[in-house]
């Protein structure tokens, strides 16, 4: 009887955890959606607030390294959930390189805009908003990545495998999210240069 206490307990907290993340994740949203109606807003108050740059090309590598690393924590998740603890070991840990690639690649877009005259504080607002929008998510992939090497270690700590799909299936979840959050602040922001 206190075993089936215990489970159910397990289950109640994991239930509580996931609705918490789901949570998150739709607050996160709503506040990229607050700073594209922000952004929509400012621009449209004159020919002379756009963008007026060109996007770095980096971008466009670090969208393929958060696309690629979709798919390898995907491939992590189904592992775990077959037991295949050496290479979900193997796709976490790629997981990981790709995600500290990607923080690194839109750090580098930084230096590339910064040394095209776009900086963080100037007359135009809309310029500005690229360094809010690709700033506040690399906050977040720094929190997926602490997600992933969470599970990684609790994978290496060999955790229950009851734990360790549920922590495979946070982390693929989230991390899912920031994949689709980065492409739509691209999308948003190459139809808005």
């Known amino acids: 009887m206190a075993k089936y206490t215990q489970d159910k307990e397990?289950?109640?907290?994991?239930?509580?955890?996931?609705?918490?993340?789901?949570?998150?994740?739709?607050?996160?949203?709503?506040?990229f959606a607050a700073l594209s109606s922000g952004f929509i807003?400012?621009?449209a108050g004159g020919i002379d607030r756009g963008i007026k740059t060109i996007l770095p090309e980096a971008?466009?590598?670090s969208t393929i390294l958060i696309v690629v690393s979709s798919v390898t924590i995907q491939l992590a998740?189904?592992?775990?959930?077959?037991?295949?603890f050496d290479k979900q070991k193997l796709l976490?840990?790629?997981t990981i390189l790709l995600g500290v690639g990607f923080f690194f690649m839109q750090v580098y877009a930084w230096g590339v805009l910064t040394?095209?005259?776009?900086?963080?504080?100037?007359?135009?607002a809309s310029q500005s908003f690229i360094y809010v929008f690709?700033?506040?998510?690399?906050?977040?992939?720094?929190?997926?990545?602490?997600v992933l090497v969470r599970a990684l270690v609790g994978r290496i700590r060999n955790i229950p495998q009851v734990n360790n799909v549920f922590r495979m299936d946070l982390a693929a979840l989230f991390w899912h999210f920031l994949g689709f959050l980065w492409i739509y602040i691209y999308v948003f922001l190459l139809l808005n240069q």
């Not at 789901?22 to 506040?31: D, T």
């Not at 040394?115 to 135009?124: D, I, K, P």
């Open 41 to 43: 807003v400012y621009t």
């Open 77 to 84: 998740y189904n592992a775990a959930r077959r037991t295949l």
């Open 59 to 61: 971008f466009v590598y």
């Open 115 to 124: 040394a095209r005259g776009v900086v963080f504080v100037n007359s135009n």
């Open 134 to 146: 690709t700033g506040m998510h690399l906050a977040h992939i720094i929190a997926g990545i602490l």
């Open 92 to 94: 976490l840990a790629v």
């Open 10 to 31: 397990e289950l109640t907290q994991q239930k509580a955890k996931k609705f918490n993340l789901w949570l998150g994740m739709i607050g996160m949203f709503m506040m």
